[in-house]
């Protein structure tokens, strides 16, 4: 059975059953098994202040993201799970970014985020564009 943890590094609420549900959705469309991710729901300084520390992006360069993905296959020193636990890693979504979205598009917030938090899972997965 996937996975999907929701968490917060700010106070921010978001409808977590729908979300889980997308992502969870998502990853057994992927063949997906047994998979864990990790959503964390967050600001822009945040992901902000990780482009520059792990993408080494400059501030001006940092500061736009509304989705950064961290897959667990990038960690330096290959940290081995657990047999049947199979990480992926860590999508941070701004809701900084949601918010100023929400006013540009006048799409809900609850649909953003979930756009954003899929964007994340298939970087997890290995999709990723230009």
């Known amino acids: 059975m996937n996975t999907v943890h929701i968490e917060y590094t700010a106070e921010y609420q978001i409808e977590e059953q729908s979300l889980k549900e997308a992502v969870t959705k998502l990853l ?19 992901l902000a202040n990780l482009a520059i520390q792990y993408m080494k992006e400059t501030p001006e360069e940092a500061k ?3 989705v950064l993905s961290f897959p667990t296959g990038e960690i330096e020193g290959g940290f081995v799970f657990p047999p049947k636990i199979h990480y992926l890693g860590e999508v941070l ?38």
């Open 28 to 46: 057994e469309s992927s063949g997906k098994r047994n998979a864990n991710i990790v959503v964390v729901i967050t600001n822009n300084e945040t």
């Open 64 to 66: 736009n993201h509304p």
């Open 93 to 130: 979504v701004s809701m900084d970014w949601i918010s100023k979205e929400v006013q540009n598009t006048g799409k809900a917030p609850q649909d953003l985020v979930i756009d954003m938090a899929l964007h994340g899972t298939l970087h997890l997965l290995g999709i990723h564009h230009d």
